[in-house]
T-cell receptor, first 114, second 110 residues
Framework: QKEVEQNSGPLSVPEGAIASLNCTYSDRVSQSFFWYRQYSGKSPELIMSIYSNGDKEDGRFTAQLNKASQYVSLLIRDSQPSDSATYLC??????????????FGKGTHLIIQP | NAGVTQTPKFQVLKTGQSMTLQCAQDMNHNSMYWYRQDPGMGLRLIYYSASEGTTDKGEVPNGYNVSRLNKREFSLRLESAAPSQTSVYFCAGGTAYTQYFGPGTRLTVL
């Protein structure tokens, strides 16, 4: 059974600080990894994807992947109140060409305190 | 929502009624997906379609059927709705490296 684990939170971070979100996964064959942001009552929005070990930066967001430890994280620098949302970690084992969908964690609720 | 549309946005059904949720994408992606999202359970895959003419079961397919009408459209049908199918349903389109979600359908089964 593929599993993706996240701390449900809430994670409370002061405005301007770095928010660190963590995710572990059980399926060693997982090859692609995603972070989605979901505001209450809205659909998930893709903010980062990462496929190789190491760091990937996009603006204020940095995704980190360590396949040996089966661990992926998301750092949000200079956190803003608008970053307050639930962050979903998702993995794709890329079986059968990878078209068989994503496995999601239950999400971490992030609160940025002004 | 990157070119994925869903109808309806809200629906209330009585137990035993049937309905079809519609999804269309204009991104020209081969793959389309249906997920449900329940409090405390996260997003779970119901069915997916890797390409036009093919469909496969995901994690929670019981009680649902799907049709990949063409490359753009992927519908989800509830033949006999049950209260356990009360959920928010999301359609997505994409590839192994990215998936974009529609706005969702909030379904309540009484």
């Amino acid at each position: 059974q593929k599993e993706v684990e996240q701390n449900s939170g809430p994670l409370s971070v002061p405005e301007g600080a770095i928010a660190s979100l963590n995710c572990t996964y059980s399926d060693r064959v997982s090859q692609s990894f995603f972070w989605y942001r979901q505001y209450s009552g809205k659909s998930p929005e893709l903010i980062m994807s990462i496929y190789s070990n190491g760091d990937k930066e996009d603006g204020r967001f940095t995704a980190q992947l360590n396949k040996a430890s089966q661990y992926v994280s998301l750092l949000i620098r200079d956190s803003q109140p608008s970053d307050s949302a639930t962050y979903l970690c998702a993995v794709n084992p890329l079986r059968g060409g990878g078209a068989d969908g994503l496995t999601f964690g239950k999400g971490t609720h992030l609160i940025i305190q002004p | 929502n990157a070119g994925v549309t869903q109808t309806p946005k809200f629906q209330v059904l009585k137990t035993g009624q049937s309905m079809t949720l519609q999804c269309a994408q204009d991104m020209n992606h081969n793959s389309m997906y249906w997920y449900r999202q329940d409090p405390g359970m996260g997003l779970r895959l119901i069915y997916y379609s890797a390409s036009e003419g093919t469909t496969d079961k995901g994690e929670v397919p019981n009680g649902y059927n799907v049709s990949r009408l063409n490359k753009r459209e992927f519908s989800l049908r509830l033949e006999s709705a049950a209260p356990s199918q009360t959920s928010v349903y999301f359609c997505a389109g994409g590839t192994a490296y990215t998936q974009y979600f529609g706005p969702g359908t909030r379904l309540t089964v009484l």
